[in-house]
């Protein structure tokens, strides 16, 4: 079986968090202040208390089926979500741009 590296690009370090950690963290912070238990909010977003709970930690990548029940459910939207995510990870590193590398998308011949 083959061991999974993590991706490394050239502006990434090892303490970079990944996208399904700063989603999980926000998730939990909206039901925490909206006084939800994290069985209310799986209820109302029709998924198990358990997968929610990994959601939460980090631990699953939830498809965007999963991510706008729990949305939805909150009073969001996904773009409300990714939002959030994105000024996370902003404030989280530098703020500096994000720019793509030269020629990083052109197509095979």
């Given at each position: 079986?083959?061991?999974?590296?993590?991706?490394?690009?050239?502006?990434?370090?090892?303490?970079?968090?990944?996208?399904?950690?700063?989603?999980?963290?926000?998730?939990?912070?909206?039901?925490h202040e909206r006084g939800w238990t994290l069985g209310g909010l799986a209820a109302r977003s029709g998924i198990s208390p358990q997968y929610l709970s990994e959601i939460e930690r980090g631990l699953k990548?939830?498809?965007?089926?999963?991510?706008?029940?729990?949305?939805?459910?909150?009073?969001?939207?996904?773009?409300?979500?990714?939002?959030?995510?994105?000024?996370?990870?902003?404030?989280?590193?530098?703020?500096?741009?994000?720019?793509?590398?030269?020629?990083?998308?052109?197509?095979?011949?």
């Open positions: 079986m083959s061991e999974i590296l993590p991706f490394n690009g050239p502006s990434e370090t090892a303490s970079d968090p990944l996208w399904r950690q700063v989603l999980g963290e926000l998730l939990r912070r909206l039901r990548e939830p498809s965007s089926e999963m991510v706008a029940a729990v949305a939805g459910a909150l009073g969001l939207t996904l773009l409300d979500l990714t939002l959030g995510v994105a000024e996370s990870l902003i404030t989280a590193g530098d703020a500096a741009p994000v720019t793509a590398p030269q020629n990083a998308f052109r197509l095979a011949a």
